[in-house]
């Protein structure tokens, strides 16, 4: 995509404006936080009662509550999407509509129709639409295993596995987290994070087919909740490997983190593997890697890599430009996500 006319008059002096459409996870306070650090600045925020809009207000005092209409006009250069799953892919159409870029939270889409009109709202105007998938973009370690794939530490990826395990916390979630019609299923929400790091590991050019080959979901623990999926898995294959994901809400409350993340890749001469969040083995903190390859096993010291997402993203919303990621690798990920969800099978036993 090139350089809009209206990016292109955005002047470097001047800081990126950015609103806020709904605060109905707390990924929206990590997209505030990073482009608040970034040196951005923000214009308002509207959100649905709620409790999470609440402590956002506590969060941001200096914040303006607007209306949603006040929000869409506000003229500024980035929206934040952070409401119903179900409802982000409209609010982000308005807003591009309206000439502003879009940063959602994921998942930005919940069905393929969803999908095909933020894609025509987007080629139609100026703005530019985002997901953070922040699993990749926001964890050092798996940055890091990122660049050191690229640069073929470990010869040719055969094969990924990601493990996307949260804790349920059922009496903190909202009423629609327990409908796929409204979350997205947790196909299309969750293992959004295990595609992209997939696609960006074994084709960050886009140039492969990558396809989903199976999937199935499930609900093995929320018998209150009937059409909830609790588990999730899908195979995707492409560019010479294969990636096996599974992601649940199954973790148990005796975990010191929201779940033990973990990416295992498997090269030709040699092998990567994350623990995003916690180290079984008793290494304080989280974002650990280890290296195996001829020379012997590594662990990765991860402190000094720079998470930059937001100054990278601020960059693209001044220039047009395709520096934190390319539009073609988010509507890959969405794409593939929808695709795993709306085709998957009961999961065995539930």
Not at 11 to 24: K, L, T
Request: hydrophobic share 40%; aromatic share 4%.
């Amino acid at each position: 995509m090139t350089a809009s006319s209206d990016s292109a008059r955005l002047d470097s002096s001047d800081p990126i404006r950015f609103v806020v459409v709904g605060v109905e996870h707390l990924h929206a306070f990590e997209l505030v936080g990073g482009l608040v650090e970034a040196g951005a600045v923000e214009v308002g925020h509207w959100s649905a009662p709620g409790p999470l809009t609440d402590l956002y207000r506590g969060w941001r005092p200096d914040s303006a509550s607007l209306d949603h209409d006040q929000a869409l006009a506000a003229g500024a250069d980035l929206v934040v999407v952070a409401g119903v799953p179900n409802e982000r892919a409209g609010h982000a159409a308005a807003a591009l509509r309206a000439g502003a870029s879009v940063l959602s939270d994921k998942p930005g889409v919940t069905t393929h129709d969803q999908l095909d009109a933020v894609l025509e709202a987007e080629r139609g105007h100026a703005g530019r639409w985002w997901v953070l998938f922040s699993e990749r973009f926001g964890n050092r370690a798996v940055l890091e295993a990122v660049r050191r794939v690229h640069d073929g530490a470990i010869g040719r990826i055969v094969d990924v596995v990601g493990l996307g395990p949260h804790t349920l916390a059922a009496d903190q979630r909202p009423p629609w987290f327990w409908s796929p019609e409204t979350s997205g299923g947790i196909l299309g929400d969750l293992a959004t994070h295990q595609i992209d790091q997939f696609c960006a590991l074994v084709d960050p050019d886009g140039a492969a087919d990558i396809t989903v080959t199976s999937s199935s979901v499930g609900n093995v623990s929320c018998p209150d909740h009937p059409a909830m999926q609790d588990i999730g898995r899908l195979t995707l294959a492409g560019a010479g490997a294969v990636g096996a994901h599974r992601v649940d809400y199954l973790t148990a409350a005796g975990l010191d983190s929201w779940g033990d993340c973990r990416l295992l890749i498997t090269g030709t001469e040699g092998s990567l593997e994350v623990r995003a969040n916690v180290d079984p083995g008793g290494a304080e903190g989280g974002e650990h890697l280890i290296q195996v390859d001829a020379s012997g096993t590594t662990r990765i010291d991860t402190s000094g890599v720079t998470i930059d997402w937001a100054d990278r993203l601020l960059a693209d919303v001044r220039s047009g430009t395709d520096i934190l990621v390319s539009p073609a690798h988010v509507e890959r990920v969405c794409r593939l996500a929808l695709d795993a969800q709306s085709r998957a099978t009961p999961w065995a036993g539930s």
